[in-house]
C-alpha cells in the first residue's frame, strides 16, 4: 500500500459513494443481479473505510461483517437495521453472482438504495 491509511479510508469512502451511482445506472437498465452486487459493494467499502479507521482488521468479506457487527452495531454506534441490511446484502450478492436460474426483482432490489445510502452517509459522518 502506497499512501498513508487516511488515503486509503478517503479512497474507500470515495469508492463506497461511485459504486452506489453505478448501482442505480444498472438499476435504470433493469440488470438486478448486477446492481444488488453492486449494492453489497458500495455498503462494503464503506464498512472497510470505518473499520480501516478504527484500526480493525478484516481479510474477508465474511471477516468485515463480522467485525463490522462487533465493533459498530452491536455497540450501538450504527442502528441495527444497517446491520440487517449490510447482512443481508452480503447474501444476496453471493446469491446473484454465484446461484443457478436465479434473477432479483425490482421490488427486491430497489429499497435497498436509501438504506446503503444512508449508511455510507453515517460512516462519512462518522469519519470526520
Given amino acids: ?22 448501482a442505480k445506472l444498472l438499476a435504470e437498465k433493469q440488470r438486478w ?7 453489497y459493494y458500495a455498503a462494503y467499502y464503506a464498512v472497510i473505510a470505518l473499520l480501516l479507521k478504527g484500526n480493525f482488521k478484516s481479510t474477508t468479506h465474511n471477516g468485515t461483517k463480522t467485525k463490522f457487527s462487533e465493533q459498530f452495531i452491536k455497540t450501538g454506534l450504527f442502528p441495527t437495521e444497517l446491520g ?22 425490482e421490488e427486491k432490489v430497489t429499497p435497498y438504495f436509501e438504506p446503503v445510502e444512508k449508511l455510507i452517509e453515517l460512516v462519512e459522518k462518522s469519519l470526520k
Avoid at 443481479?33 to 449494492?39: P, T
Avoid at 441490511?85 to 452480503?90: G, K, P, T, V
Fill in 1 to 22: 500500500m502506497t499512501g498513508t491509511t487516511n488515503d486509503l479510508i478517503n479512497y474507500r469512502l470515495e469508492r463506497a459513494k461511485e459504486t452506489l451511482v453505478d
Fill in 33 to 39: 443481479n448486477s446492481a444488488i452486487n453492486r449494492l
Fill in 84 to 105: 440487517r441490511i449490510y447482512s443481508q446484502l452480503f447474501t444476496w450478492r453471493q446469491k446473484g453472482d454465484y446461484a443457478d436460474l436465479f434473477d432479483f426483482t
